[in-house]
């Protein structure tokens, strides 16, 4: 999504009239309105993580990705399978500012998507790294970012294919966004695109795209990556013609220098302190659980060093599982230099409870100076988060898993969505959709504003936010069914996948309303569970103590003894830690101060109040 790091991070609404365009005309000012209302509702950002085939445990490919904004209601989209009448059109409306395009000629054909993943099990992720403000608007620009996934998901089948038909539809309808990082993956590529509009007097945009080398794995959270590439490698490296000679045009490269030497990141989107300390951290918090000499890369991560850049990709040490990929979206700079829980550095923003969680703004002021606050990968304002997974040895009915969960990454459950289910879970379920065409009319009454107890992002959020507020209590028994709940699923699937695998042998469409139906049920089924254990996570922390059940039974009927009438809990009360009653008394301590030696008196009476 786009990222709320720069002051250029949102393109504006078009301007022009024709079939293809924004119905702005007229109403140019009321869609401004709308765009620059959406600018101060949130702040967006995101984070992807790629693996290839031959980096996992099981040879599956894999994209992370998290969309985190404050003002974006998690949920799960919908595309059904269509076949189109010669002639059709389609609307675009643009996901960031939920303002209506225009109209392009529909395809023949279109594929089902869950989410970001086809039936044909290829999956689209993003970043938007913004770039030169002086390309990030493209009057009569009709497609932006998150348009072009989902119809080229609608529309394509591998990787390659994803790429080309990218670059040739904001060609012909113009790139109505920032620059962007794009991850695509098929059961056998994983690709990085990176892309960026090429402003106002030309349609269109210019491109690299690199394929990660098996084995390796790679990741990008706002800020472009590819620099070199190769002009001549086309099975690794796809561009648009016109990548290094219209930074000629427009100033942004000598035309002296070598087309070979030219870095699409240094000249689109020139790596600063920004780039680096914010969006750069989350790839190396990656990069260095996955290999060591990552931590070479850390005085440019800081920010302190900005020509020390990491390589677009590296090895891992050992393979990956899913598992694996699902907590390293989870991390809080555990264990490094960026680590922030006020243990092993003092910090008050940590509070009493250790939290490694800040409050918006990134950066802020005090005494004249700027300051900022960790941008880690667990974050609060996260709305929905994946893990696709695209399997080889499966059969495209079966093959494709949509790992999907909403909230907070590091309190959320992912649970197994086949890309070719023909309904999503009513609890993931919205209404309104990423746009008209993706709505789940029959998901649940819910919305950013309006609260429900059976929308899948309000029963995650009631978890979460309480998390926050007593995080090193109730942080680790999150985890323990976060845990629980995913091994479950993980070990479910097996069982799914060899079931629905024997009913398609007869009949794909029975499997794959086997696949719906599991799918649905899995999901909403998550969501009565995740609100019941909130329920006894409040019972078991309310009010500053620890309640759990006694020994003791409640009485039943006649019986007298060894019990009471009544569930009475033992509440154990937590206090604080011995550094957080230190500082206490460091800062405030003549106050607190017990003037004279306690007599039996005063601890008979202590007990009492």
Same mark, same amino acid.
């Given at each position: ?247 000629? *045009?427009? %100033? ?12 699409? $990141?240094?000249?689109? =989107? #020139? @790596? /600063? ?102 941008? *880690?990968? %667990? ?12 399997? $080889?040895?499966?059969? =495209? #009915? @079966? /093959? ?118 599991? $799918? ?90």
């Amino acid at each position: 999504m786009t990222g709320g790091l720069r002051s250029h991070t949102l393109a504006r609404p078009p301007q022009h009239k024709s079939q293809h365009t924004a119905m702005c005309g007229t109403m140019r000012v009321v869609c401004a309105l709308v765009v620059a209302a959406f600018v101060l509702a949130g702040v967006d950002a995101c984070t992807n993580y790629l693996i290839t085939k031959g980096a996992t445990v099981d040879g599956s490919t894999q994209i992370s990705y998290a969309a985190d904004s404050g003002s974006l209601y998690g949920s799960l989209g919908h595309y059904a399978a269509k076949i189109h009448a010669n002639g059709s059109t389609r609307e675009v409306w643009d996901w960031d500012s939920g303002v209506f395009m225009g109209e392009i000629t529909e395809a023949s054909e279109t594929y089902n998507v869950v989410g970001n993943m086809n039936e044909h099990q290829l999956a689209i992720g993003e970043t938007t790294f913004g770039g030169l403000e002086q390309l990030g608007h493209q009057p009569g620009a009709i497609i932006d970012y998150g348009s072009l996934i989902w119809i080229t998901l609608q529309r394509t089948k591998t990787a390659r294919e994803a790429i080309q038909f990218m670059g040739s539809l904001v060609a012909e309808y113009g790139y109505a966004s920032e620059g962007e990082s794009f991850s695509i993956a098929d059961p056998n590529e994983v690709w990085v695109l990176e892309m960026i509009g090429k402003g106002p007097g030309e349609k269109g945009a210019v491109w690299v795209a690199m394929r990660i080398p098996d084995g390796y794995v790679s990741g990008h959270a706002n800020q472009a990556r590819i620099q070199t590439f190769p002009r001549d490698d086309p099975d690794n490296c796809m561009f648009s013609k016109d990548v290094v000679s219209f930074a000629v *045009t427009k %100033g942004l490269y000598p035309a002296s220098a070598k087309p070979e030497d030219f870095s699409f $990141s240094d000249t689109y =989107d #020139p @790596v /600063g302190f920004t780039g680096a300390r914010f969006c750069e951290v989350r790839v190396w918090a990656f990069f260095r659980q996955v290999n060591a000499s990552m931590e070479s890369h850390l005085d440019y991560v800081q920010g302190y060093n900005l020509k020390n850049r990491m390589p677009l990709y590296v090895k891992p040490a050992k393979k990956i599982a899913l598992n694996d990929t699902f907590w390293y979206m989870r991390t809080h700079f555990e264990g490094t230099w960026f680590q922030n829980y006020g243990v092993e550095r003092a910090d008050v923003g940590a509070g009493a409870f250790h939290s490694p969680y800040r409050w918006r703004p990134l950066e802020w002021q005090s005494g004249g100076k700027t300051y900022v606050n960790e941008r *880690t990968v %667990g974050t609060q304002q996260t709305a929905w988060h994946f893990v696709a997974q695209m399997r $080889s040895w499966i059969p =495209d #009915p @079966v /093959g494709g898993l949509f790992w999907f969960a909403v909230d907070d990454t590091a309190h959320s459950v992912h649970f197994p969505m086949y890309a070719t289910a023909t309904s999503v879970p009513a609890a993931f379920g919205d209404r309104y959709g990423q746009e008209p065409a993706a709505a789940v009319k029959y998901g649940v009454d819910g919305d950013g504003l309006n609260f429900s107890f059976d929308s899948a992002w309000w029963v995650f959020n009631l978890v979460a936010n309480y998390a926050y507020s007593r995080y090193s209590d109730v942080n680790a028994d999150v985890a323990a069914n976060i845990v629980a709940i995913e091994k479950q699923f993980i070990e479910e699937v097996v069982g799914i996948d060899e079931a629905a695998m024997a009913i398609a042998k007869d009949s794909r469409e029975d499997a794959i309303a086997f696949l719906t139906k599991y $799918s649905a049920d899995t999901g909403n089924t998550l969501v009565k569970t995740w609100l019941s254990f909130f329920t006894k996570l409040f019972t078991t922390y309310r009010d500053g103590f620890r309640n759990t059940e006694t020994s003791v039974p409640v009485c039943k009927p006649g019986q007298r003894e060894n019990c009471t009438f009544r569930p009475i809990p033992s509440s154990k009360e937590t206090g604080y830690d011995k550094a957080w009653y230190a500082r206490i008394v460091s800062e405030n301590g003549e106050h607190y101060h017990v003037p004279a030696q306690q007599q039996e008196h005063d601890r008979r009476k202590l007990r009492l109040v």
